[in-house]
């Protein structure tokens, strides 16, 4: 078993939260729609604050950053692909494209990064800081976000 | 992610999670996510191929036909992370009179200044600059002949930052000398641990402060688990 499939096996058993009638948005046409990037890859901009060890925080990266710095505390996954391309973790120059072609309405200002190793129970990020990056990004006027996993 | 998905969506967001753990996305069932089972920590599948990118954000903005969820779909493509060490050159003994791996993360420091240089930022920096790298690893293999590790002088007394500090130092120097198609998702970590004095000198200071009584945490996350 490679450490992939190890990490996968592992990570299906750890608890998870449930969410008893969740919401659903009827989101807006694709094409006229502002998108964001999530990420729990824990990227933050190379000025910015760092992440710390069980950090339950986000930074916001804006738009135009590429200078970015992988933050995250786990040894368990790989580090190298967002190095050779940072658009494998955060599609930021994939969404610059999709805007320009019209197939998405524009790429939002400013996009969020999460540390993905997060605390079991996950409460800050559901009840705290979750809550304050969709705020932002509300501010922003984001219709749509994608979120990737790391 | 799927459980900001939920969080997102509750303010008004419409979501979409490229899910990596299957069974996870089953359980805290977000709203809309396209699995994806590619090398962690690559969600997006393949470095360097918009082309691939693009169809994976194409398959991730269907879902957004949908009109109720949730809704959890299947990306056809599966890429294994390959487990075979890259192939990439290692400078030659240089100064015998210090141990290996220091002279060895010496001989590296071109091949990260160009890396640095050309990506203009780097991930190194937790708890040290790239100058402290060499030391580092000479605290490590100290500890790894016996010296407590609470009082070998560790950059931050952090033995998870520095092991970080110096995977990064070296996976970004490596990626100036690979031969050959770029790495794969497990391609770089099998070259650190199973092919430099570096990653040999990590294993032996882990070893031996698991070994002398050292905490879980403090040596367990130095590598990836299944080392």
Redesign the interface.
């Known amino acids: 078993m490679n450490g992939d499939q190890m990490m996968r096996a592992h990570s299906a058993t750890l608890p998870a939260p449930e969410f008893a009638n969740p919401a659903w948005v009827t989101p807006v046409e694709l094409a006229k729609a502002t998108v964001a990037i999530v990420t729990s890859a824990a990227l933050h901009a190379s000025d910015d604050e760092g992440f710390t060890a069980g950090d339950t925080g986000y930074r916001l990266i804006d738009s135009s950053r590429r200078d970015l710095v992988l933050g995250h505390w786990s040894p368990n996954f790989d580090h190298t692909g967002v190095k050779m391309d940072l658009n494998v973790v955060y599609p930021i120059d994939r969404l610059e494209e999709l805007a320009q072609r019209g197939v998405i309405g524009a790429v939002a200002p400013r996009h969020v990064s999460f540390a993905g190793n997060q605390p079991d129970d996950v409460a800050t990020i559901r009840l705290d800081t979750g809550p304050a990056a969709a705020a932002a990004l509300r501010q922003d006027g984001v219709d749509i976000v994608i979120l990737t996993p790391v | ?24 996305a089953v ?5 809309r996510a396209l699995h994806c089972e590619f ?10 191929d ?1 082309e691939f ?2 169809d994976v ?1 194409a398959r ?2 269907a879902l ?1 036909n949908e ?4 809704v959890l779909v299947d990306h056809p493509e599966v890429i ?2 390959d ?1 075979q060490p890259v192939s990439c050159s290692l400078p030659p003994r240089f100064d015998p009179s210090l141990p290996p791996s220091v002279d060895e993360a010496r001989g590296l420091r071109k091949a990260y200044d160009r ?1 640095l240089a050309k ?5 190194v ?2 708890v040290m600059s790239a100058d402290e790298v060499p030391n580092a690893l000479g605290m490590l293999h100290a500890i790894a002949n016996g010296q407590d590790w609470t009082t070998a002088g560790l950059p931050g007394g952090n033995t ?2 520095v ?2 500090d110096i ?2 130092y070296y ?2 120097a490596a ?1 100036e000398l690979v031969d050959g198609p ?2 794969g ?2 391609a ?2 099998d070259w650190f641990f199973d092919r430099t004095e570096a990653g040999a000198t990590v294993l032996a200071a882990r070893a031996a402060i698991r070994d002398s009584g050292g905490k879980f945490p403090i040596w367990f ?6 080392r």
Do not use: N, W
């Not at chain 2, 359980?27 to 709203?31: L, S």
């Not at chain 2, 996350?221 to 299944?226: E, S, V």
């Open positions: 992610m799927s459980v900001l998905a939920h969080v997102f969506e509750a303010a008004g967001i419409a979501t979409i999670v490229l899910s990596s753990i299957r069974e996870m359980k805290v069932a977000p709203p090398p962690l920590g690559r969600p997006l599948g393949r470095p360097l918009p990118q693009h954000l991730a903005f957004l009109t109720s969820g949730p294994e992370a487990d890396a990506r203009g930022v780097t991930s920096g937790r998870i930052a092991c970080h995977r990064t996976e970004e990626l770029l790495p998702g497990r770089m970590e996350y130095m590598t990836p688990g299944q």
